[in-house]
């Protein structure tokens, strides 16, 4: 295993998903059933299920177009999407 990967991915999805959504929702939802292991098991494998298909959409993208080219594309996506946000747009 190359755990330099590891611990890029590790640190930079732990640091996205503080406070997001997602998290908010766990929350609800534990507070709401006070089930919490039902609650952790449904997210584990949603994020799971969720991170699987972006690790099958990378692969096949990576396939079919250049990394560099997709690294424009996605910065000029997130730019994009900040600018639709600052202007309240999305």
């Given amino acids: 295993m190359d755990w330099k990967i590891f611990t890029t991915t590790f640190i930079a ?3 996205a998903e503080l406070g997001d959504k997602t998290q908010l929702a766990v ?3 534990t507070c709401k059933y006070q089930r919490p292991l039902p609650v952790f ?3 584990s494998i949603a994020l799971a299920s ?3 298909l972006g690790v099958l959409g ?3 993208a990576v396939r079919l177009v250049s ?3 997709l690294r424009k594309v996605a910065a000029v996506l997130f730019l994009v999407i900040g600018a639709l946000m600052w202007f309240e747009i999305l």
Wanted: net charge negative; charged share 5%.
């Fill in 13 to 15: 999805l732990l640091i």
């Fill in 27 to 29: 929350l609800t939802l």
């Fill in 41 to 43: 098991l449904g997210a």
């Fill in 50 to 52: 969720v991170t699987l």
């Fill in 58 to 60: 990378g692969e096949i």
């Fill in 67 to 69: 990394t560099q080219i």
